[in-house]
């Protein structure tokens, strides 16, 4: 029997049978019993190695050992720490079996996980007979197996110690057996085993994402090259949560839960191969088929029941299916068709014929049935029957029928097998043919045609994006000139409009109000990212209430902001169908309002759709209230198919009632999309940022209308411009194009305005293209084109359809409908069809009679149609008063002509009673003839178009007063004579609409005679040219004051005399406008005559201004050599006869100085006699043409050197030889002036003698055509040198620059050989030395000397200096600009170096000054905008002014107004001393008296005086200030000086618990309430701990926590926070007992920091740069130095404590350093290296001197340090062995004070007790040294991870330093 039949059998047998899900039982052994071990308790637990007896292959790589993690994986290598993977998707770095990858925690008891290597019989027995079901081929006998088991594991979770851990629990195994040349896994999900299904990222920074688990392979990285790593390839068995949840329902060896796959072979393997045997699940009897459909990577499966979840609990569908196999969409099961199926595709068919046996119903969803594999290459015979999800699970071998089952996608494998075809996903899809199935039996035949390609789902696609195939799968792009995700594209530049609706019930204060699908129109220029949102019909209290929520309209400017470099809108992310979710909380009173908005796509206007629902509460705002926003940044992260964003903003509300109020709100959003993960896309995005520049919003009552209006740019963080760099007009949205034009930036200021895509014109003015009547449509057959504004749409014409490619129309298939009589026969026809009563029945065919005997005719389509009507009651049961009644004839059919009685419109219909197209009458009017054939229909003409396209409502729908609107002709053309109905001007038009010039009348006069020709008009003169091109209105349209206009007369001719209007100056002018000097005067004093000729200065000739034009220097005011210089004689004149001073060459002109042709002679030749006759003119020939036509100088005016001008003989032949003089290589040439080849000889030696005929040519070498084909004209460019024989010269040199250097045969450069000019050239017959690799320094100069692209060398680029080591010398100068500089030995400037040409250079061997900061005064000063955008000067700006330390003057005074006041420190105004113009100033530097009748100090005000008094009158930027209000009250947010570090108080100045914030958006906080009694405490930055004389300090996260001791025992009581540290994530700790600091290393921003334990300190960055990993931490307290370890280069550091003197000690011998100690008594440093393969203790001198190791068995992860200084012992705490240990630095006096610790981290030493941090149970725990038992812990309340830990002390404790 064939394998094909005898599948089908295996499927009708698989039909009938029952297989369920597989048992915990049917797992393979696992257990104490089965011999595993048990991984430690916890959360990032990893085995001890698990050595294999014998090697097994993964992938094709032999591993011999084995880790087992807590967090779902084996690993064939030691694992990094969690927090490197376990967040992260596909591929991890180092090799992975993941049978499901999560943040797992075993701690408290929370499951248990085992393994063991065996070579039981039994257990590989078992695995041979999975691998053998599912690869019946394979020839595989294992020898060993890897078990490994997950019994029910919990997720981690971050929890308070109130709350208690969920419990979901999972199980899972997996086994992995091998034998000498092949490697297969088993993953076994048994029923009920899987009850979570992702874990949430540990630093999710409050965004609410959980991530799914990954289940597959990945290979790691692979070395290449010796030092270069690349991405090994890897497999993805799930793709979403959905996915994960299938896993045990699911099965590819034909038992759901058990998953089978290829992992390793020893010859070959390029990836991952699954089995590919169905699993069925027993389910109720349903009967159905097994059907299959593909789901492309734009779809998403359709959540399908599953039993252990209710219905409640389903994540919801964003996205429904739209990308399933059109030509198969499953009816339901029985053969029912739903009433209303969703398609597979916006286009896809429907008819029964096509729906039959295509969805299934599965409770009340349509259901996908299976997916592509996307990876398979196991035979075609090998195909399995899918298989469907359970709905009652009975037991195994009972007989039921089936349902399909919901498959697990399996996605993203790389790399595609090799000898696949390049475009298919490599896996087998199963398909159906309607002609193979028995409905009766239910057996079905599969093929294998199936694809996911753009040949089937192209219709996703934009009509504007083509669709490239990749290899698993396809992804649609935008076109050039449109922009977007492919799926949606948009014509760059355009403006775009959005429309939609508002729903929701609002609640303002306690009254709710229902918003009833409102409308939202909104209108976005995307040449400047301005968007403007309206929303009509809001209700009046909501109107108010909704103004502050401005993040209605922010969704548009996030998809449409104008883009600065490196970054995208968001269209082009998200395209117009996603899913916005937004959560503002609004503060103070805490109200919660949700935003959710729907992009529904572009409709037939190529509008985005946009539906938005609110709902919640929002603060009540009085009516009339005013709302004003800041600008403000937001950061978006950007995630596989999601982007976030949280912000809190600050707003303020002004009201006749209430005055002004400061509110703030916080908002959360993400926006989710499709994505597609295909092709080769760039780097994915992380972050970027919007910046909103202006928000404005309003409420206008009368037209219950809200309006937001917000300019938005997008950009990388952090990448956005300085207040003093000047911005590119384009970045700046201050260009003056078109706004439906694109705006592109060129070099520094210019830019250029280019017109969107379908749009024409200047880019500063830009006009419709209308592609339907210039026939640039796309449009097919049977498709009728609509022009649209900047595109186009094509629709089908009556009786077509688009296709399945949603581009072609197709034939509607009417007889599908059954639309004729029962006893007529339908005949389809394309576009139409017929109705033929059988044989022997008479009639239309929509109704058939018998001929006799018929007494009673059925009623007929009309009749029923009309009858229906007449009841006055429709269909609906509606009265019907005005319809229209249909008539139909005595037939009952359809009368040809209808017409509607109530509006006197009439037209013709066909057979169905359908209007037909074009033969509507208005009333009055005659009818169309009906009989006669339907014409086609004229399509609109252009000016229809124009005419229909002219918008005369705003985007908020007001009326545009003003907007012309063409008029056309009964034929649709333009009528000769237009006018503009608001202004009353006229004007006649040709056949495009366009004015006809002179023809234009003011309104009141008469209209010119369109009739008549045009005279011949008189061109613009250059007067009127000039006047017309003056722009006197802004881009606002505002008018620009102060531009000068020029009068021109009657004529068009300059007025003699011209004036300013706006200054008043007047002067005389020439014909051409230009100034007649000496004529200028000021406003009010009497004009010039400027009819009296001008005195006595000629103006210059043509010849003089030609000569004076010419330039004779370059930009840096070098002479330059070769340029031409016209002689003019007395009177200005060219002399009749020219020489060029630098060739010698000669030649006559006439009075333009224009060459006389034949006049030229060369250098040495008697010059021609100019005063004779011009000779008749020979024409040129082609070697003169070719010679005058050799450009000689640059279009700068400056020589081109080096540039060959061919030499032509008396009679204009090319001379036989021809030289070039630059380089002096001479060559023969044929009559064309075309080089004979083989005759071109190097400078200095014999030319060729040309006369001699050619000798056989020999082929040119690759040295002569490079030689060839270099560009001689160019001048500077670099010409290779060949041999006689055609080889490249040993020793090649640039004429140019002068550069020599070796090269090999193939002319390549020979390493080291270059020299530079006026140095001796290396001998290239020497062999090459070993050559030292490039160092930085030489790359840049290397790169600095590249010329242009042209082959210029670059004239005035800045070449580094290098010493003859190649490092960066530490002076650098610019040869051209005469600047010079220091730099670092990174060649980076040393700042406050920079010295001006002339001047003294600085002494680079100094040390850098400590450049002192911008202080408050200085940034105030500096941001101050005194000009406006369009760049005009905004007056009544005030500038604070500043002292030489940059501190405010005591007096500050306002230029415009004259006022004047005293200031603080701060620059706050004091109290009582403002004094106006005029009037005597205050002495600023005496008291200021308060008036008995002023109110006397508050507490804040004199605690700020004295303050200010403590710290000597100015305090300094780090030094606390009180804030104060107007009214004496203290402001409710206090900030620290001049930071960030700001905090709530309350009415006493206290601080209020919990509002500390380091953000740039301060807290939001309440104001106070009644005024202070008591003087407040003070609120230093770093709260110092209690007063106690021992302190323990404790990292934990993103603060410092304070813990003291009482003795020894932990006072829990008085623990409190010492900083808290936002975005950090604190490691290592360190304190400094002289100085009485903490020192501490921040792994999150990669820095090391410090900061005073004093009142008012400020944390301060040590080092910041070059740093990785930094963890341990260690303060030489005796020698002022501080040393770290960085864990990912594997260094060890030291520097001075204040951050300079940094160097490497050791960068050897580390794998994984971690805990440092420093014992300053003995100038000795220890470390630790938790090196899996070989942990180890070391120490060295403190200079780095004498390493040696001190531990190195006996430990596994040695995790913490400490020095017991009362026994001169190291101590560590080890994490793998569990110990507490102690020993001699000499290796004696080994002592175990612990043996069973949990997971220790940090150690330190204090009083005869040990105090670590425990990872395990997330607190301090203590150990006493002489009992050796657990005496006291710490757990703080909020549970995370401790790190490291220091004792804090008064004074420095004996020893320590």
Known sequence: MERGATLAVCLLCWSCSVVTAIQRADMFPYGSLSGDSILTEGDDETSRVLTLPKPLYFYNSLFTQLYVATNGIISAQDLPMEKQYVDDGFPTDFPVVAPFLADIDTSGGRGQIYYRVTETPSVLNKVAQEVHRGFPDAKFTPTHAVVATWENVAPYEEQTRTNGPSNKVNTFQAVIGYDETDSYALFLYPEGGLNFFGTRPKESYNVEIELPARVGFSRGEITYLIFSRTEGPHYSVTGDEQSVKNLYQVGNTGIPGIWLFHTGNRYSFDNIVPASIGGLLATSPTGGLLLDTTTPEYSEFDDYPDNTFEPDNQPEDDYPLTGEDPEFQPAPAGGDRPESPRPASPDAPSSPSEDTGRHMSHGNQDVPLTSDPRYNVEPAERQYVPYNPPEAVVERGAQQEQQPQVPLEVVNVYPPHRNEPRLSPGGHVVSVDEEDVDFDTGVIQYTTENKETCARFQQQCSQNAFCSDYATGFCCHCQPGFYGNGRHCLPEGAPQRVSGKVSGTVTVGSTPVQLNNIDLHA??????????????????????????????????????????????????????????????????????????????????????????????????????????????????????????????????????????????????QNITYRDCTHGNRGAALETLQITMERVFVMYVKEERILRYAITNKISPVGAEPTGTEVINPCYAGTHDCDTTAQCIPLEGQAFQCQCATGYRGDGRNCYDIDECAEVLSSCGAHAQCMNLPGSHRCQCQSGYEFGYDGRTCVDVDECSSSPCHVNARCINGLGSFQCQCQSGLYGDGFFCSQQEGQTVRPKSQCEQHRDSLQSGVDLSGELSVGAFIPQCDSDGRYRQLQCHGSTGHCWCVDIRGQERAGTRTPPGTAPKDCDRPDEPERPKTHCEQHRDGVQTTSPEGYPLLGVFVPECDANGHYRQLQCHDSTGHCWCVDSRGQERAGTRTSPGTSPVDCGRPDEPERPKTHCEHHRDSVQTTGPEGDRLIGVFVPECDANGQYTSLQCHGSSGHCWCVDSRGQERAGTRTSPGATPTDCDRPAEPERPKTHCEHHRDSVQTTSPEGHPLLGAYVPQCDANGHYTPLQCHSSTGHCWCVDNRGQERGGTRTSPGTQPKDCDQPDEPVRPKTHCEQHRDSVQTTSPEGYPLLGVFVPQCDAHGHYTSQQCIGSTGHCWCVDNRGQERGGTRTAPGTQPKDCDRPDEPERPQTHCERHRDSVQTTSPGAYIPQCDANGQYSPLQCHSSTGHCWCVDNRGQERGGTRTPPGTQPKDCDQPDEPERPKTHCE???????????????????????????????????????????????????????????????????????????????????????????????????????????????????????????????????????????????????????????????????????????????????????????????????????????????????????????????????????????????????????????????????????????????????????????????????????????????????????????????????????????????????????????????????????????????????LVNPRAIIVVSSTGTLYWTDWNREAPKIECASVDGQNRRVVVSEGIGLPNALTYDYSSGKICWADAGTKRLECISPDGSGHRVVHSNLNYPFSLVYYRNHFYYSDWRRDGVIVVSKDSSQFTDEYLPDQRSHLYGIAIATTGCLSGSH
């Open 523 to 668: 209108y976005i220029v995307v040449g400047d990212g301005r968007a403007y949102t309206a929303i009509s019909e809001v209700p009046e209290p909501v109107g108010w209430a909704l103004m502050p929520v401005a993040p209605i309209g922010e969704l548009f400017g996030w998809l449409f902001a104008l883009e600065l470099p490196n970054s995208q809108a968001g269209f082009k992310t998200a395209g117009a169908e996603f899913t916005r979710r937004a959560e503002i909380i609004f503060y103070p009173g805490n109200q919660h309002l949700s935003i959710i908005q729907t992009g529904r796509g572009l409709d037939d206007h190529n509008h985005l759709t946009v539906d938005t629902v609110v709902s919640g509460s929002v603060p009540f705002l009085p009516p009339g209230s005013e709302v004003s926003m800041n600008p403000f940044k937001e950061t978006y992260q950007y995630y596989p198919s999601v982007v976030t964003s949280s912000s809190v903003r600050e707003f303020s509300v002004v009201s006749a009632e209430r005055g002004s109020e400061s509110f703030s709100f916080q908002l959360k």
């Open 1339 to 1709: 790359h840049h100069r290397e790169r600095s000397q590249t010329p242009s692209p042209e082959g210029y060398p670059v004239v005035g680029a800045f070449v580094p200096q290098c010493d003859a080591n190649g490092q960066y010398t530490p002076l650098q100068c610019h040869g051209s600009s005469g600047h010079c500089w220091c730099v670092d030995n990174r060649g980076q400037e040393r700042a406050g170096t920079r010295t001006s040409p002339g001047t003294q250079p600085k002494d680079c061997d100094q040390p850098d000054e400590p450049e002192r900061p911008k202080t408050h005064c200085e940034h105030h000063r500096d941001s101050v905008q005194t000009t406006s955008p369009e760049g005009h000067p905004i007056l009544g700006a005030y500038v604070p002014q500043c002292d030489d330390q940059g501190q405010f003057r005591p007096q500050q005074c306002h230029s415009s107004t004259g006022h004047c006041w005293c200031v603080d420190s701060r620059g706050q105004e004091r109290a009582g001393t403002r004094t106006s113009s005029g009037s005597q100033r205050v002495d600023c530097d005496k008291p200021v008296h308060v008036a008995p009748t002023q109110r006397p100090e508050s507490v804040c005000e004199r605690w700020r005086v004295s303050l200010i008094e403590h710290y000597g009158g100015r305090p300094d930027p780090q030094q606390y200030v009180p804030q104060c209000e107007p009214d004496g009250q203290f402001s409710p947010v206090q900030c620290y000086g001049e930071t960030t570090y700001c905090w709530c108080v309350d009415q006493d100045g206290r601080e209020v618990p919990g509002t500390r914030s380091h953000d740039v958006v301060k807290p939001a906080c309440l104001p106070s309430v009644a005024p202070p009694t008591v003087r407040p405490l003070p609120r230093p930055n770093v709260t110092p701990p209690p007063n106690a004389d021992v302190t323990l300090l404790y990292a934990q996260g993103q603060k410092i926590g304070a813990l003291p001791l009482n003795g020894t025992r932990l006072d829990a009581t008085r623990s409190k926070t010492l900083l808290t540290l936002h975005g950090s994530i604190v490691v290592g700790l360190a304190y400094d007992c002289k100085d009485n600091q903490v020192f501490w290393t921040d792994l999150s921003a990669r820095t090391i920091n410090r900061a005073s334990m004093v009142p008012g300190a400020e944390p301060e960055i040590l080092i910041n740069t070059n740093l990785v990993s930094p963890e341990g931490l260690a303060v030489d307290v005796k020698r002022r130095l501080m040393f770290w370890v960085d864990s990912t280069p594997d260094l060890i550091e030291s520097a001075n404590l204040d951050g300079s003197g940094r160097k490497t000690l050791f960068d050897t011998d």
